[in-house]
Structures are given as structure tokens and as C-alpha cells.
């Protein structure tokens, strides 16, 4: 016969410990793609300090213009770093903050999951319950934005409901 190893890389079908045809999607290309509406937000406001600094470069205005200017950019640079407490206990679509048009041909149905980005996660990464994923609010920061923890999580919290649907779990 053919080693099951190479069938699996080649068709993503592989037998499971029980005997059971199982598939794997390849989650290679899988994105976060939702931060991307906050690093908008956050270039926004980082371009408006950077244009301060070079207008006082300039002589545009003094140092205390310079300074109050500063102040408030200040403000909404930390709030656009900082968007947690903005998008925390808000719901969205998985289909929106997951990129993986191979999952959501496998299972339509997951598009539409709810996940939510949670202000009570605090030692936990991500939790599936009541058919609702939860995030923890720290993958809205800054650091985090162009992580592959929140894959990992993602994938990791996803692979739960699918052994749910399947009657694997």
C-alpha cells in the first residue's frame, strides 16, 4: 500500500486512532485579518504626532503649542494602542477577523460563529462556550496585532467545535 503519511500530505485524509476517516484543512494561509481595522486607526493617529514633531522641526509654533499638540496626540495614540476597552464584550462574526476560505468551505456554517473579545479572560487565551468563541482582550493590543498566537488560538478553540460537529469530542 501507499504510506499513510504521504496520502495525508497529499489529500489531507488520514485514518484517526479509532479507525475513523478523518480530513485535515491546511490552515498555512489561516490570517487574523481583523486588527487590520485597528492598525488603521493606529497609523492614523501615530501620522498626526509624527506631522506635529516635523511642523516644531519647522518652527511652525513654539514649545508650548508644541507641547498641549503633543498632549492630546498623546491621548489618542495610547487609546489607538490601546483599543481593548473599545472593542472588549463586542461580538463579531468569525468570518470577519478570520481569514480561511478553506474551513469556511468545509463548514459554512462557522462563518457566522460569535466571537467575542472578553474583558473577564484573564488567564485563559480563548474558550469555546454555548457555541460562542472568547478571545482575550490582550490580542487587541498593539503587540499582539501581528502575532501567531491569535492563530494559534483561533485554530486551537475552532478545532473544538469541528470535533464537536464531527462527534469526535
Not at 456554517?109 to 469555546?128: A, D, I, T, W
Not at 478553540?157 to 464537536?164: A, L, M, P
Given at each position: 500500500g501507499v504510506?499513510?503519511?504521504?496520502?495525508?500530505?497529499?489529500?489531507?485524509?488520514?485514518?484517526?486512532?479509532?479507525?475513523?476517516?478523518?480530513?485535515?484543512?491546511?490552515?498555512?494561509?489561516?490570517?487574523?485579518?481583523?486588527?487590520?481595522?485597528?492598525k488603521e486607526i493606529q497609523d492614523a493617529y501615530q501620522a498626526k504626532v509624527d506631522k506635529i514633531k516635523k511642523?516644531?522641526?519647522?518652527?511652525?509654533?513654539?514649545?508650548?503649542?508644541?507641547?498641549?499638540?503633543?498632549s492630546r496626540a498623546k491621548l489618542y495614540t495610547d487609546w489607538a494602542n490601546d483599543t481593548a476597552h473599545y472593542f472588549?464584550?463586542?461580538?463579531?462574526p468569525l468570518n470577519k477577523i478570520l481569514e480561511h476560505p478553506k474551513l469556511f468551505e468545509a463548514?459554512?456554517?462557522?462563518?457566522?460563529?460569535?466571537?467575542?473579545?472578553?474583558?473577564?479572560?484573564?488567564?485563559?487565551?480563548?474558550?469555546?462556550?454555548?457555541?460562542?468563541?472568547?478571545?482575550n482582550t490582550k490580542y487587541l493590543r498593539k503587540e499582539y496585532l501581528n502575532s501567531t498566537e491569535i492563530i494559534d488560538v483561533?485554530?486551537?478553540?475552532?478545532?473544538?467545535?469541528?470535533?464537536?460537529?464531527e462527534g469526535f469530542a
Open positions: 504510506d499513510a503519511e504521504k496520502v495525508r500530505q497529499e489529500t489531507g485524509w488520514f485514518m484517526g486512532l479509532d479507525g475513523e476517516w478523518r480530513y485535515e484543512i491546511d490552515d498555512s494561509k489561516a490570517k487574523f485579518v481583523f486588527p487590520n481595522h485597528i511642523d516644531f522641526a519647522d518652527g511652525k509654533f513654539g514649545k508650548n503649542a508644541f507641547m498641549n499638540r503633543m472588549a464584550d463586542q461580538t463579531f463548514y459554512p456554517r462557522l462563518k457566522n460563529m460569535p466571537v467575542v473579545f472578553h474583558s473577564e479572560l484573564r488567564n485563559e487565551l480563548g474558550q469555546v462556550n454555548d457555541g460562542i468563541m472568547y478571545l483561533l485554530l486551537h478553540e475552532i478545532q473544538h467545535v469541528i470535533q464537536y460537529l
